[in-house]
T-cell receptor, first 110, second 112 residues
Framework: SQQGEEDPQALSIQEGENATMNCSYK?????LQWYRQNSGRGLVHLIL?????REKHSGRLRVTLDTSKKSSSLLITASRAADTASYFC??????????FGQGTRLTINP | NAGVTQTPKFQVLKTGQSMTLQCAQD?????MSWYRQDPGMGLRLIHY???????DQGEVPNGYNVSRSTTEDFPLRLLSAAPSQTSVYFC???????????FGPGTRLTVL
């Protein structure tokens, strides 16, 4: 079973709106990462948040981490058409493995 | 820097054939991994390596072999291809398993 699970599976919003997607995981982690995948391409790293951090920003991205609830959220502000992609969270599960969730497919409508 | 390269980009095999998917990185990363991506399944870890000469199994290792003779290369071998191995395969490298992963462009494999 997946360590990380994203919610929702799909999200469609208007350009300029904010997009929020969530990730829940099962076991304790060292850090949590978010990646973006454009259609037919490899994944691109967006942001890494460590287990002792609660919030992190990078440009229009804001990531929060709640280790007590074993969950994280990714907020994209002022969305653009170029943000249309799938977004994945990834968590370490010990034993030097990194496991990805099933992803949220985000569509930005003009 | 070329980053992570994968060859071939596309491949069609018949059931029972074997082949090797190539992966190379020029960032001197110790950690390398192989994932497969199926529709609606996200990425699943096949095998990974923490350095030359060291490999280990991921979530779905059956039907695949790997070796790591150099830091740069991490080939994935399909022993006897099956239709269930039809997928997109991604190779990734990083300084370590919990660092930013750099992904290759992927290999789209179809097994008939």
């Amino acid at each position: 079973s997946q360590q990380g699970e994203e919610d929702p599976q799909a999200l469609s919003i208007q350009e300029g709106e904010n997009a929020t997607m969530n990730c829940s995981y099962k076991t304790s982690i060292n850090n949590l990462q978010w990646y973006r995948q454009n259609s037919g391409r490899g994944l691109v790293h967006l942001i890494l948040i460590r287990s002792n951090e609660r919030e992190k920003h990078s440009g229009r991205l804001r990531v929060t981490l709640d280790t007590s609830k074993k969950s994280s959220s990714l907020l994209i502000t002022a969305s653009r058409a170029a943000d249309t992609a799938s977004y994945f969270c990834a968590t370490d599960v010990g034993e030097q493995k990194l496991v990805f969730g099933q992803g949220t497919r985000l569509t930005i409508n003009p | 820097n070329a980053g992570v390269t994968q060859t071939p980009k596309f491949q069609v095999l018949k059931t029972g054939q074997s082949m090797t998917l190539q992966c190379a990185q020029d960032m001197n990363h110790e950690y390398m991994s192989w994932y497969r991506q199926d529709p609606g399944m996200g990425l699943r870890l096949i095998h990974y390596s923490v350095g030359a000469g060291i490999t280990d199994q991921g979530e779905v290792p059956n039907g695949y072999n790997v070796s790591r003779s150099t830091t740069e290369d991490f080939p994935l071998r399909l022993l006897s291809a099956a239709p269930s191995q039809t997928s997109v395969y991604f190779c990734a490298s990083a300084r370590g398993p919990w660092n930013e992963q750099f992904f290759g462009p992927g290999t789209r494999l179809t097994v008939l």
